[in-house]
């Protein structure tokens, strides 16, 4: 694999926005990368980091990439955990203790990362993610499998939900995020609106996206790094 089609990947991978993150596109790039091995991806890391760094505006490229390293890499020993990002405050659900969730602020649920939280507030000049990239060349492995998602991955929102209180706005946010993984096979009109999740703060609404999926008997294509629906 050439350098750009690794930084290219890494360019289109979601950034800290819960309302607007795209699991597919996080999860595409691990799979691209975890390949490739620790070193090489590594190279291939820096590689975007550098050019993010000379544009000059790289709030957001920074979050896409600390995002993905919590995906791409894991840590040596039980007792370390990635270091917190240091972007800005984080926006926290009550039912989300950033303690409970090692990947803060996501969450790999079967495979699938969902971000949970919606945003921060940033105050001051954010961390250059520099120190996340060296944190894990001395101290992670590259993980050893690539992700895989489940098949239908819609129900995923409330398994993460279970027992924690929420409120309509929290499993919404999760849900769209989950459409937007799903979209090559079910795409939703204004799925990538700030404001998509709020329809589907409406059961009924939900309920029927999860029934039409279901009705597509989709399946996760590991060759293609997408979903599909066979014949």
Request: proline residues 10%.
């Amino acid at each position: 694999m050439d350098e750009k089609t690794a930084i290219d990947a890494i360019s289109r991978c979601s950034k800290w926005d819960g309302y607007t993150f795209d699991p597919l596109s996080h999860l595409q790039a691990v799979n691209l990368l975890q390949p490739l091995g620790k070193e090489q991806a590594l190279v291939s890391l820096r590689a975007f980091w550098q050019k993010a760094e000379a544009s000059g505006n790289w709030l957001d490229d920074s979050t896409r990439l600390v995002l993905l390293l919590r995906l791409l890499f894991v840590p040596k020993s039980a007792n370390l955990q990635f270091p917190t990002i240091r972007t800005g405050s984080p926006v926290v659900y009550p039912s989300f203790p950033e303690k409970d969730f090692p990947l803060f602020p996501l969450a790999l649920v079967e495979d699938v990362p969902l971000l949970i939280s919606p945003g921060f507030n940033l105050g001051g000049l954010p961390q250059n993610p520099l120190s996340q990239i060296e944190f894990c060349e001395r101290n992670c492995v590259i993980r050893p499998t690539p992700l895989s998602p489940p098949d239908n991955p819609l129900p995923l929102a409330e398994t993460l939900l279970k027992n924690r209180p929420a409120s309509p706005e929290l499993p919404a946010m999760l849900q769209a995020q989950l459409l937007r993984l799903v979209r090559s096979v079910y795409p939703v009109a204004g799925e990538n609106d700030f404001g998509f999740y709020s329809s589907l703060q409406n059961p009924e609404i939900w309920q029927k996206h999860l029934e039409a999926f279901s009705a597509l008997k989709a399946r996760w294509n590991s060759t293609l790094n997408n979903y599909q629906i066979t014949s």
